[in-house]
T-cell receptor
Framework: QKEVEQDPGPLSVPEGAIVSLNCTYSNSAFQYFMWYRQYSRKGPELLMYTYSSGNKEDGRFTAQVDKSSKYISLFIRDSQPSDSATYLC????????????FGKGTHLIIQP | DADVTQTPRNRITKTGKRIMLECSQT?????MYWYRQDPGLGLRLIYYSFDVKDINKGEISDGYSVSRQAQAKFSLSLESAIPNQTALYFCATSDFSSLETQYFGPGTRLLVL
């Protein structure tokens, strides 16, 4: 079992819908939880990050971390066609010892 | 200009050939990384460097080597390319104070025949 599990999709929803993207993980040492967005033929770019458990909101995006369940989510409100991309969750234990551990990414399609 | 650049952007090579992928950054970050991305497998860490004198193996370093020529430059070499090294390769950088925030280059698409 990989350390980070993420459904690759594709996930197709109509414009304006609320999107829920999720990852589960097994390493209880993870402390930092990130969501990266990757457009086709581009490098990933950081969308949001959360330290430890809790919620974080940035515009239409909300990140949630539940460390007790080892489950993280990204919600996108009022989804737009420009949100169509692959969303990768990533995790890190802290201390600078190594790099990030990524999920496989979920391919999201917002239908106009 | 882009903060993290990679050359070449696309490369086709043959089995057994030596190939080098180059990465340069203007962000002034001390940490640099090489990842490969494969369909269905996501991003996997090959090597990372915390400064010019510090090189570390990642999850999948076999068949690869790296060189940190300067703070701004980090190269990835395939000494003898094989077809299963066909992938999309990304370089990334981060500041020592915020490793969780990594800045990725545009990627190099490599095909090994």
């Amino acid at each position: 079992q990989k350390e980070v599990e993420q459904d690759p999709g594709p996930l197709s929803v109509p414009e304006g819908a609320i999107v829920s993207l999720n990852c589960t993980y097994s390493n209880s040492a993870f402390q930092y939880f990130m969501w990266y967005r990757q457009y086709s033929r581009k490098g990933p770019e950081l969308l949001m990050y959360t330290y430890s458990s809790g919620n974080k909101e940035d515009g239409r995006f909300t990140a949630q971390v539940d460390k007790s369940s080892k489950y993280i989510s990204l919600f996108i409100r009022d989804s737009q066609p420009s949100d169509s991309a692959t969303y990768l969750c990533a995790m890190y234990s802290g201390g600078g010892a190594d790099g990030l551990t990524f999920g496989k990414g979920t391919h999201l399609i917002i239908q106009p | 200009d882009a903060d993290v650049t990679q050359t070449p952007r696309n490369r086709i090579t043959k089995t057994g050939k030596r190939i080098m992928l180059e990465c340069s950054q203007t962000k002034g970050h001390d940490r640099m990384y090489w990842y490969r991305q494969d369909p269905g497998l996501g991003l996997r860490l090959i090597y990372y460097s915390f400064d010019v004198k510090d090189i570390n193996k990642g999850e999948i370093s076999d068949g690869y080597s790296v060189s940190r020529q300067a703070q701004a430059k980090f190269s990835l070499s395939l000494e003898s390319a094989i077809p299963n090294q066909t992938a999309l390769y990304f370089c990334a950088t981060s500041d020592f104070s915020s490793l969780e925030t990594q800045y990725f280059g545009p990627g190099t698409r490599l095909l090994v025949l």
